[in-house]
């Protein structure tokens, strides 16, 4: 599985980026998406997560009502919509999977197995 990450920016505060993660590879099976994000000197955090229906996501406490997570199955791709970014939005993002048919959904680094590069979002004040 091959996840390849774009979208990514330089915004002003208040500003809107879409980013899109394209999955390639094995697609015969359910998979889970997330996003995560991370600075300089800082661990990588948990931004977003969408089961394999759309039906179930969940969101870091930081970006929830901000962000949206959406996938387009038919597409293999997965979206992540930031509205109203602010400049501690600033990092790299990055996108992961792991395969499951579950709605329960990680937030933990580990939990996820395979990842794409990370797109740099920029937001300026």
């Known amino acids: 599985v091959q996840l390849q990450a774009s979208g990514g920016g330089l915004v002003q505060a208040g500003g809107s980026l879409r980013l899109s993660c394209a999955r390639s590879g094995r697609t015969t099976r359910t998979y889970v998406m997330g996003w995560f994000r991370q600075t300089p000197g800082k661990e990588r955090e948990f931004v977003a997560a969408i089961n394999w229906s759309g039906g179930s996501t969940e969101y870091v406490d930081s970006v929830k009502g901000r962000f949206t997570i959406s996938r387009d199955n038919a597409k293999n791709t997965v979206y992540l919509q930031m509205n109203s970014l602010k400049p501690e939005d600033t990092a790299v993002y990055y996108c992961?999977?792991?395969?499951?048919?579950?709605?329960?959904?990680?937030?933990?680094?580990?939990?996820?197995?395979?990842w794409g590069q990370g797109t740099q979002v920029t937001v300026s004040s």
């Open positions: 992961a999977a792991y395969a499951s048919g579950s709605s329960r959904l990680r937030a933990e680094l580990n939990g996820y197995d395979y």
